[in-house]
């Protein structure tokens, strides 16, 4: 199973401040064997970043699409637009289902839309605490995840990575222990294969929420943690570097 370190840049850093990060990821980052390393800066910085990044080890994703390829949709940016620049998306990211209101449905459209465009989605599946709380983590992950990946026919899943990001734990500085997260990982792959598809046990599942640093190397000796999504600790290239690094020694 191959190990993927992703590292979400959010709504941050001008086309100037991209270029700058990049440079010091290119300086530090090493290939790792079966190891993938992919950045998903804002739309606004990836023709710029593609040509820095041509020939290096780290893959450029988009943090976004529509599921449609052109058209009346203001503001917004199709596969088709993206596809010669990036080779990942980020989709069904907490952020958008609870602040622009994504639905499964809508998640769904676009994972398909991607594996359509060859580009790999990364399908972000979490729970709220209140949710946790009450009992729900795993049935709301796995609802997320066989709404998000319906569709898809067996022989394609294989295209796909799975992120599982409580959403409690993004950007709050407080991470879900490695055991919880290998819990619900490990169940959501068995229910998943059992439920749906067998398929599912050969694709990568990241870890994602307040990965750091320190932090990076517990998770990766998890066994159903194939990787990190990193939000805040991607915008440090040294800190991003020492991520990617653990996640391979803790392998
Ligand atoms: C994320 O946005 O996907 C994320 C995991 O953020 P953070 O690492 O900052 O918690």
């Not at 088709?80 to 289902?97: A, D």
């Not at 734990?169 to 792959?189: C, D, F, K, N, Y």
């Amino acid at each position: 199973m191959k190990t993927i370190v992703a590292g979400n840049w959010k709504m941050n850093l001008d086309p100037a401040q991209s270029i700058d990060l990049v440079s010091s990821l290119k300086a530090g980052l090493v290939k790792f064997p079966n190891t993938e390393c992919v950045i998903f800066p804002p739309y606004t910085s990836i023709t710029l970043l593609s040509e820095l990044l041509s020939g290096s080890i780290i893959k450029l994703g988009a943090q976004n699409i529509h599921p449609e390829e052109s058209g009346a949709f203001t503001g917004e940016v199709s596969a088709l637009m993206i596809k010669n620049y990036c080779s990942h998306v980020i989709l069904g990211h907490s952020e958008r289902r609870i602040i622009f209101g994504e639905t499964d449905d809508f998640i769904n459209r676009k994972v398909l839309t991607s594996l359509k465009s060859g580009i790999t989605p990364i399908l972000c599946v979490g729970e709220t605490l209140k949710q946790r709380e009450a009992g729900l983590a795993l049935s709301v992950c796995l609802d997320q995840l066989i709404k998000g990946l319906a569709g898809i026919k067996p022989e394609n899943l294989s295209q796909v990575v799975v992120a599982y990001e409580p959403v409690w734990a993004i950007g709050t500085g407080m991470s879900a222990s490695p055991v919880i997260a290998q819990e619900i990982m490990g169940s959501l792959r068995n229910q998943f294969s059992e439920k749906i598809s067998k398929e599912i046990s050969e694709i990568p599942f990241l870890y994602g929420g307040s990965v750091n640093a320190d932090n990076a190397i517990d998770f990766a000796k998890e066994k159903d943690i194939n990787g990190a999504l990193v939000g805040g600790a991607s915008l440090d290239a040294n800190a991003f570097i020492q991520i990617a690094k653990s996640m391979v020694d803790g392998k």
